[in-house]
């Protein structure tokens, strides 16, 4: 059985940093690639950041490229979003998914896994 747990979230006044981690399960972790995407109220889903299965290679949405950092640890089992100069507008729920293809992407319908998400809330 598959798991995709995200934690880190939290209440952070702008301009503030968050380090969100995401631990899967039940996969063969190494060979997946991994994502963020977030959702705010009344909005759609979108793109956060993604990183291949090596970690070589890494994408980012423009609205955080700079401020956000993705990365992870094949040996944990752990991909990470680390998120500084938080702005208001970053609030929204946070989702870790996992791709068997490896590349990362920015495409959600790649992904397989899906967690729960965790909530990020950035306050003015």
């Known amino acids: 059985q598959v798991h995709v747990v995200e934690s880190g979230g939290g209440l952070v006044q702008a301009g503030g940093s968050l380090r969100l981690s995401c631990a899967a399960s039940?996969?063969?972790?190494?060979?997946?690639?991994m994502g963020w995407f977030r959702q705010a109220p009344g909005k759609e889903r979108e793109f956060v950041a993604a990183?291949?299965?090596?970690?070589?290679?890494?994408s980012y949405a423009d609205s955080v490229k700079g401020r956000f950092t993705i990365s992870r640890d094949n040996a944990r089992n752990t991909v990470y979003l680390q998120m500084n100069s938080l702005k208001p507008e970053d609030t929204a729920v946070y989702h870790c998914?996992?791709?068997?293809w490896g590349g990362g992407s920015s495409d959600p319908l790649v992904y397989n896994y899906w967690g729960q998400g965790t909530q990020v809330t950035v306050s003015s």
């Open positions: 998914a996992a791709a068997f």
């Open positions: 039940g996969i063969t972790f190494s060979r997946y690639g």
């Open positions: 990183i291949g299965s090596s970690g070589g290679r890494t």
